[in-house]
């Protein structure tokens, strides 16, 4: 089984509101990814943790918080976003075990954000 | 630097055509992995193929080739026969490591739309 789940798929919020999107994966992958992908363009990658833990930060701004509460799960905390943070949040998992090794990784279906 | 050209934007083609799909990379690392994916209009990255750099034997998977050449650092992406179900934007990656974690970069991807 090589699915990746999110939630919601859908989301609308104002500029002051707080949500969470939520990721879930069950195959025992040890790194989790967060990727934004606007229109008519490649994903970018947010963050990345690896066994749990941030292992990269591409310069996100703080308005996003990322969390991963355990191996399966991984959530970003959205809070006081603008208008131009509207788009296609994708998650990912990869297995991650062998150093020096890089994995294919596994895509959710995404959340498709609008911020008003 | 790592980078991934994808100098098709588009290509449209009739159903039962076969059509290639270029991707051309540049790294210095003698160790790397590419990649490639197809984005549906529902949005899901679905993955395709995973090569590392030290296996630049040629795979065929169905109706799907790919043909990976180190001398000219090109991995192209055949697709025999094309069907309507193949229309996409199919995106080239390239897979490395940074700070213990995987990291891919993305092609700008081709959009492919096949016409019955």
């Known amino acids: 089984d090589t699915e990746v789940t999110q939630t919601p798929k859908h989301l609308v919020m104002g500029m002051t509101n707080k949500k969470s999107l939520k990721c879930e994966q069950h195959?025992?992958?040890?790194?989790m990814y967060w990727y934004k992908q606007k229109a008519k363009k490649p994903p970018e990658l947010m963050f990345v943790?690896?066994?749990?833990?941030?292992?990269i930060n591409e310069s996100v701004p703080s308005r996003f918080s990322p969390e991963c509460p355990n191996s399966s799960l991984l959530n970003l905390h959205l809070h006081a976003l603008q208008p131009e943070d509207s788009a296609l949040y994708l998650c990912a998992s990869s297995q991650d075990v062998l150093a020096g090794t890089v994995y294919e990784q596994y895509f959710g279906p995404g959340t498709r954000l609008t911020v008003t | 630097a790592q980078k991934v050209t994808q100098a098709q934007t588009e290509i449209s083609v009739v159903e039962k055509e076969d059509v290639t799909l270029d991707c051309v990379y540049e790294?210095?690392?003698?160790?790397?992995?590419l990649f490639w994916y197809k984005q549906p209009p529902s949005g899901e990255l679905v993955f395709l193929i995973r090569?590392?750099?030290?296996?630049?034997q040629n795979e065929i998977s169905g109706r799907y080739s790919w043909n990976f050449q180190k001398s000219t650092s090109s991995f192209n992406f055949t697709i025999t026969a094309s069907q309507v179900v193949d229309s996409a934007v199919y995106f080239c990656a390239l897979g490395r490591r940074q700070g213990g974690s995987e990291k891919l970069v993305f092609g700008k991807g081709t959009k492919l739309t096949v016409n019955p």
């Open positions: 195959m025992g992958h040890r790194a």
């Open positions: 943790y690896s066994y749990e833990k941030l292992s």
């Open positions: 090569r590392n750099s030290f296996d630049e």
């Open positions: 790294t210095r690392d003698t160790t790397y992995y």
